[in-house]
């Protein structure tokens, strides 16, 4: 079992940057694929970003290409999206996720373990 813990969210001008992190505990952190999704009102969970369980390979969704950076610390058993030229578009709820794999996916019903959310909101 793998428990999850997002902080970071909270409210910013369109333009600006946040940084969410996902805490783990649990099993072996280093062992899990890990993903940030997020859901606005009214729409599905949608893929933002993924990162293998070395760091070394990371896939972003089109949306947020050139502006999310995902990154992890495998001694902190940590996952970070640090978030810049945020858009009034990418107000959602950003959701941290676990895959215990080696491959990486984009699809949210591939991953085995999930956060509560964090809440990011960006105004205009």
């Known amino acids: 079992q793998v428990q999850l813990v997002e902080s970071g969210g909270g409210l910013v001008q369109a333009g600006g940057s946040l940084r969410v992190s996902c805490a783990a505990s649990?099993?072996?952190?280093?062992?899990?694929?890990m993903a940030w999704f997020r859901q606005a009102p009214g729409k599905e969970r949608d893929f933002v970003v993924a990162i293998s369980w070395s760091g070394g390979n990371t896939y972003y969704a089109d949306s947020v290409k050139g502006r999310f950076t995902i990154s992890r610390d495998n001694d902190k058993n940590t996952v970070y999206l640090q978030m810049n030229s945020l858009k009034p578009e990418d107000t959602a709820v950003y959701y941290c996720?676990?895959?215990?794999?080696?491959?990486?996916?984009?699809?949210?019903?591939?991953?085995?373990?999930w956060g509560q959310g964090t809440q990011v909101t960006v105004s205009s």
């Open positions: 649990g099993r072996t952190f280093s062992n899990y694929v």
């Open positions: 996720a676990a895959r215990k794999a080696y491959v990486v996916r984009t699809i949210s019903r591939d991953y085995d373990y």
